[in-house]
């Protein structure tokens, strides 16, 4: 498609991100990383796909509703969730990596902060970390994932799950926000990990408060600032159910109306659990934002 006025390369730059066999192109149109929770705890689906047969059957739907990812976890990273032993983690998430990347059609990505647990996944064909600890949880992480030649995604938290949403306070959040990802940056720059390999994700709900969540994401394209392909989950997160006054099971629409507004702030790839109506969304975003419908 046409762009006369040049907006949506100005919006969103143009990105290729290795994932194994798979090259995707970030910045036309808007990805979409599908979730997997093979969790009895997680705050929207918790017990829905603990047994593996269920979580891998919905993995294979959600590719099928035009997922480009799949990120499976199995651990809840819910504020207040109780941590998982890595022996508890790894027997729920391998068996279910192992099968989606064998029959997907798609990337898979392992949603840990415990390097045994990554080492696993990629071992049973994932190409993708997702840290929400930005390599603060696991020193050995990045070094995992940099032998594998992994993309890694760096997110933001303010604390850690169990007191994160005690009391989040920021001077300054955009600006901390950023030096923050640029030091996780930094670190699995460090661990050897390409830095082509890199994604950044504010960490939408991880130790903040609505107005901290809501300023995220209308100044998002404040990260573009850090030369990498930018990340967001807003997926049916409370700050909606905050503003709706509405259950997880009741935020689809809130969750699209946060996506759409992510794209056109320069989000490249969004995290969310109903991808057949994000993906329609989005689609439309898309095509008015100028990139590939
Ligand atoms: N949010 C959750 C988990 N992992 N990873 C990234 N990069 N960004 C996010 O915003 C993000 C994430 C929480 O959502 P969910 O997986 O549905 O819930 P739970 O942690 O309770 O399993």
């Known amino acids: ?10 919006r969103r730059r143009r990105f290729s991100l290795r994932l194994g066999e798979v090259t995707l192109a970030l910045g036309e149109r808007t990805a979409i990383m599908g979730i997997v929770n093979v969790t009895p705890d997680s705050f929207s689906d918790g017990g829905t ?24 976890g199995g651990e809840s ?7 998982v032993p890595e022996a508890e983690e790894l027997r729920r998430v391998v ?30 064909g994932a190409t993708m970390v997702n840290d929400v600890s930005a390599l603060r949880f696991d020193p050995r992480l990045g070094e995992v994932a940099a032998r594998a030649r992994a993309a890694l995604v760096i997110m933001h938290m ?10 989040p306070h920021y001077d300054d959040l955009l600006g901390e926000v950023v030096a923050e990802l640029a030091a996780g940056a930094a670190r699995a720059a460090a661990a050897g990990i390409d830095p082509d390999r890199i994604l950044v994700d504010p960490g939408i709900g991880f130790g903040k408060a609505l107005e901290h969540n809501l300023e995220l994401l209308d100044r998002l394209d404040a990260l573009a600032a850090l030369g ?5 989950g807003p997926s049916r997160k409370a700050f909606i159910g905050r503003i709706l006054d509405l259950p997880a099971s009741e935020r689809i629409e809130g969750t699209i109306a946060a996506c759409c507004l992510a794209a ?24 008015i934002l100028g990139g590939a419908a």
Request: charged share 20%; glycine share 10%; with cysteine.
């Open 95 to 124: 068996p279910v990596v192992r099968e989606l990347a064998a029959r997907a059609g798609v990337p898979v990505s392992i949603d840990t902060t415990k390097a045994a647990v990554a080492e696993a996944a990629l071992g049973a």
């Open 264 to 287: 056109a702030r320069g989000a490249h790839l969004v995290r969310v659990h109903d991808v057949g109506v994000v993906r329609r969304a989005l689609r439309v975003c898309d095509a």
């Open 158 to 167: 303010q604390g850690t799950p169990g007191t994160m949403q005690q009391a």
């Open 1 to 10: 498609m046409s762009d006369p006025g040049g907006t949506a390369g100005a």
């Open 228 to 232: 990498r392909p930018i990340m967001v």
């Open 49 to 72: 796909f603990l047994d593996p047969a269920a979580a891998v059957a919905h993995g294979l739907r959600l590719a099928a509703e035009g997922a480009d990812i799949l990120d499976v």
């Open 77 to 83: 990273t819910r504020p207040g969730a109780r941590p």
